[in-house]
């Protein structure tokens, strides 16, 4: 016999119940949210955590602590928490001026060249004011 399980997994409402069926099924969905909602699927079916961890391929703790989230933040646990990941260097409205920049054809006496270069789009940025991290002024974290 396994364990004893300390937190026992809480009634399924009928919509988390839906989302979960849809979130296992579906092809374009993260397999780590597959994977945790397989086991959570399973753990509320009454399985133990061994054999649902064997049924989702996650280890008996992961699915312990699937179980755990989702006790208390519902299907949210089954998302990646923010802050996860590099920080964006640029915002959007940069990114979009950068965009822009790129796709205007260059004037040769303003610009002076005739076809863009990292450095002469640089060069022509900063004139612009449109890039502040042009100049080395990165975040923290980023290259």
């Known amino acids: 016999m396994g364990r004893p399980v300390k937190e ?8 988390e119940y839906q ?3 849809r979130i296992v099924q579906a092809t374009s969905e993260r397999v780590d949210a597959v994977r945790q909602a397989r086991a959570v699927l399973s753990v509320a ?17 992961a699915v312990t602590q ?39 054809t260059p004037d040769r006496q303003a610009d002076q060249t005739a076809t863009w270069s990292l450095m002469t789009l640089r060069r022509a940025l900063l004139k612009r004011g449109a890039a502040s991290h042009c100049q080395g002024n990165h975040p923290p974290g980023a290259a």
């Open 45 to 61: 079916a009454g399985k133990s955590r061994t054999a649902s961890g064997q049924e989702a391929n996650l280890s008996r703790q």
């Open 8 to 15: 026992g997994m809480r009634p399924l409402m009928p919509f």
């Open 66 to 104: 699937v179980v755990r989230r989702f006790n208390q933040g519902g299907l949210a646990a089954l998302h990646i928490a923010a802050g996860r990941g590099r920080k964006p260097t640029y915002t959007c409205q940069e990114q979009a001026r950068i965009m822009a920049e790129v796709q205007r």
């Open 19 to 21: 989302e979960l069926q």
